[in-house]
């Protein structure tokens, strides 16, 4: 082995101002909501309403410009950079990475979402009038639209950002050295380095907080179904104390073994649980619908993309709720998702890295969404119907809703549940570490202790988030993690393409013929 690089070594614990900042915000923010849940849900509101009215349009313009830039990245001379050195080779098998990446991603949201957003859009649709055969194609695909290509591309620019830095230019694995080139090195670790990476932590506290609560909600309302256990505050934030504690067992295991066969299972159940369902659902409905949603979502990507309301058609609302809201989650998301899928991808060029984070996973999220939202909506609008009762009363139990319409529902409910307290495992283990790798300096294997800790600090966040207003609070605090990042994100695409095209460049000055 050579030397250690300076993203192998890290920063020092007790001298990094981050630690101890991010800390400082988080107890703040938690002792808010646990002794004045009232108000805190009324500032959470106040500010989600502020930022869908003012600012919605910023995360429907940036993001959608993110998507393009990375399309332009993938099929660029670009994409032939390596995140890491020349020659060098993947890290982790292709199978293995992405099964980690899809367990980070978005694993507890597709299984919360998968069956309730198709109902929902079914019932209020963006435009057009409900429960007609025009607002089910309608249905899907806008949830294929909302978990697609636009998330991922999100994903990938942080992730491939903090890859590049870490792995080519050998900086410490944290968001403020996705800003090396305007910052400097020495920079990177000074007061804007800190609030860089301060916001970083802020966003991935809020953003994994709400996954985890949407999970908690789910295994209870499956408790509610199959053993009449209400659900209700008290058994969310239990789930939430029990899954914690199980993923900071995980987190001590480290990556090579807790959450590597962990993504492994989920991978195993979630396939298995998806062939049975399309096996014992209605097959060719389903087979019908992937296809015509398929063509549907790539032909109108770009109409969705910048879809809007300024001239006062009524569809504002809709907007705002759900893909301003879900634009919102994923940028929370990215300091999390992206840092994890970067500790994961060394070695890959920027092109296949672009081409994997981008196009199987939407692809994955196209066929859940046709196989369980296809089964509910085949019931609501063909069938007997009670889905869309269900999920009005109770997204939550939308999922195990469906699941009870198929003969093997005894079996199917459980193994649900296994699967989202997996993904929720999963989740909060990956969190720990890109918490851990941000207050640390940025090292690839932060001390066990710290990762423990940011694990039940983030139970604890996601606990007084379900105490203050459950789903609402939930959605509301990713508005508030995610719209500070999206600046932040602005500059790190900035920096990246400016990083890229100076490197093109010298090596164009060295070797005109490769050019």
Known sequence: ?????????????????????????????????????????????????????????????????????????????????????????????????????FSCGMGIGLIFWGVSEPISHYIWPPYGDPYTAETLHLALRYSVFHWGFHPWAIYAAVAGSLAYFSYRRDLPMM????????????????????????????????GLATSLGLGAMQIGSGFERVWGIESNERLWVGVVVVITLA????????????????????????????????????????????????????????????????GGAG?????????????AWWLAWAPFVG????????????????????????????????????LALHEEHLGAGGIADAVARNEAAGFFAALELLPASGVLIPVGMLLVAIFFITSSDSGTYVNGMLTSGGMLNPPYQLRAAWGIIEGAVASILLLAGGLEALQTASIIGGFPFMILMVLIVYCLFKALYSEVGEEKNKNPGNF
């Open 1 to 101: 082995m050579g030397p250690k690089t300076e993203q192998d070594r890290g920063g020092n614990i007790q001298k990094n101002p981050a630690l101890y900042i991010s800390l400082f915000i988080t107890g703040v923010v938690v002792i808010w909501g646990m002794f004045f849940p009232g108000v805190a849900e009324n500032w959470m509101n106040y500010i989600f309403d502020f930022m869908v009215q003012y600012f919605g349009w910023s995360f429907i313009l940036v993001v959608s410009i993110f998507l393009l830039l990375l399309v332009f990245l993938m099929i660029s001379p670009l994409g032939r950079i390596r995140l890491g050195k020349d020659g060098e080779q993947p890290q982790y098998p292709l199978l293995t990475w992405f099964a980690m990446l």
């Open 175 to 206: 968001l403020s050295s996705t800003l090396e080139p305007i910052l400097g090195r020495k920079g990177t670790r000074g007061g804007w380095g800190v609030l860089v990476n301060v916001i970083g932590v802020f966003a991935t506290m809020f």
């Open 247 to 310: 993923a900071v067992a995980s987190t001590i295991t480290g990556i090579d073994r807790g959450i590597k066969n962990l993504s492994r299972l989920n991978i195993l159940l979630a396939v298995g649980l998806l062939v049975l369902v399309f096996l014992l659902g209605p097959t060719l409905f389903i087979l019908n619908l992937f296809t015509h949603t398929t063509g549907e979502y790539l032909q109108n990507l770009i109409g969705m993309s910048f879809r809007l309301d300024p």
């Open 315 to 327: 569809t504002g609302d809709w907007t705002g709720a759900w893909t301003v809201f879900y634009w």
């Open 339 to 374: 840092t994890f899928i970067a500790r994961i991808s060394r070695g890959r060029t920027l092109r296949t890295f672009v081409a994997g984070v981008l196009l199987v996973p939407a692809l994955v999220s196209t066929i859940w969404f046709s196989v369980f939202g296809g």
